[in-house]
């Protein structure tokens, strides 16, 4: 029994210290103590049970998670419920396709030309529910998150909303702003995503083996600016103009991630024509990087 007492301290403490995310209470955890017999000490606190076991000079032990089911599965390893990949960052490239899925624009909207290494995308994804379909290794998954994209024009240009017909324009800046050096031009958009993806693990540990994600991917529009970086003489400057640009308010798309445990390549494709119908070119936005997930 003296064993089982040092052991229990030992439990009481390393369990306190590990599950802070689930505000342990050692007080509690002494008021579920049971003991069944005088060689088996059982723990119940919150959905778990310890069971430590003295028999023949040694002693066992064993950690339960209680299901909704409450069919008693014993494991050494608390760390086997199902998770999906969507929480965590992403940074890639960004791009438009048009209606061929090709890259090259036509004369007229050559001013949407990008720059693909100096455009980024970047997603920070916060919230997550995954729903185990198959043994901890096939699940659905969906979630929260923002996406950033940051489209760096080729030319010395911008865009703006004509003020008569309401369609997407350029802005020549070689034209309207002569004095101008132009350093950089960018268009930036913001958008809140929500996906639903059918996960594959080929592992039940959710830190190692392949994982692959594939499904469909929302998008509710936050916000939309265009920034210039300029130089007139010696002073450097910044124009930035926040506008609608007549940007799709609400979108859908494709979206898949694989990769080896926390570490993944994702792709996303837009079915939504990133303007609206009539006031802008016909372009998809596309984007393609790598993930660092947080489960």
């Given at each position: 029994?003296?064993?089982?007492?040092?052991?229990?301290?030992?439990?009481?403490?390393?369990?306190?210290?590990?599950?802070?995310?689930?505000?342990?209470?050692?007080?509690?955890?002494?008021?579920?103590?049971?003991?069944?017999?005088?060689?088996?000490?059982?723990?119940?606190?919150?959905?778990?049970?310890?069971?430590?076991?003295?028999?023949?000079?040694?002693?066992?032990?064993?950690?339960?998670?209680?299901?909704?089911?409450?069919?008693?599965?014993?494991?050494?390893?608390?760390?086997?419920?199902?998770?999906?990949?969507?929480?965590?960052?992403?940074?890639?490239?960004?791009?438009?396709?048009?209606?061929?899925?090709?890259?090259?624009?036509?004369?007229?909207?050559?001013?949407?030309?990008?720059?693909?290494?100096?455009?980024?995308?970047?997603?920070?994804?916060?919230?997550?529910?995954?729903?185990?379909?198959?043994?901890?290794?096939?699940?659905?998954?969906?979630?929260?998150?923002?996406?950033?994209?940051?489209?760096?024009?080729?030319?010395?240009?911008?865009?703006q909303e004509n003020s008569t017909t309401g369609e997407i324009e350029e802005v020549d800046l070689s034209v309207i702003q002569p004095t101008w050096n132009i350093e950089k031009s960018k268009f930036s958009t913001t958008y809140a995503t929500m996906p639903l993806l059918l996960e594959f693990h080929t592992s039940s540990y959710q830190h190692s083996g392949i994982v692959f994600a594939a499904g469909a991917i929302g998008g509710l529009k936050l916000g939309s600016n265009t920034k210039i970086v300029y130089k007139e003489g010696s002073d450097k400057n910044k124009d930035k103009t926040k506008d609608d640009y007549?940007?799709?308010?609400?979108?859908?798309?494709?979206?898949?991630?694989?990769?080896?445990?926390?570490?993944?390549?994702?792709?996303?494709?837009?079915?939504?024509?990133?303007?609206?119908?009539?006031?802008?070119?016909?372009?998809?936005?596309?984007?393609?990087?790598?993930?660092?997930?947080?489960?």
């Open positions: 029994m003296k064993k089982i007492a040092l052991i229990l301290a030992t439990l009481m403490i390393t369990l306190n210290i590990l599950g802070q995310t689930e505000e342990p209470n050692t007080e509690e955890m002494k008021s579920e103590l049971q003991e069944t017999k005088d060689d088996t000490t059982n723990i119940r606190f919150k959905r778990k049970t310890v069971k430590i076991i003295e028999d023949d000079g040694e002693t066992q032990i064993f950690v339960k998670k209680h299901r909704k089911n409450d069919d008693w599965n014993w494991f050494w390893e608390d760390d086997n419920d199902f998770k999906g990949s969507w929480t965590g960052f992403s940074m890639g490239l960004s791009n438009f396709v048009d209606k061929d899925f090709s890259l090259s624009r036509k004369t007229s909207e050559q001013y949407m030309d990008l720059n693909t290494g100096k455009s980024w995308n970047m997603n920070i994804n916060f919230a997550q529910y995954s729903l185990n379909i198959y043994n901890e290794k096939i699940g659905l998954v969906t979630g929260l998150g923002l996406e950033w994209n940051y489209y760096r024009f080729d030319n010395d240009n911008t865009i007549n940007l799709a308010p609400f979108r859908y798309g494709l979206h898949a991630r694989i990769g080896v445990g926390d570490w993944l390549i994702y792709g996303t494709y837009y079915l939504t024509p990133m303007f609206e119908k009539d006031k802008g070119p016909e372009l998809y936005p596309i984007s393609v990087g790598f993930a660092l997930s947080f489960e």
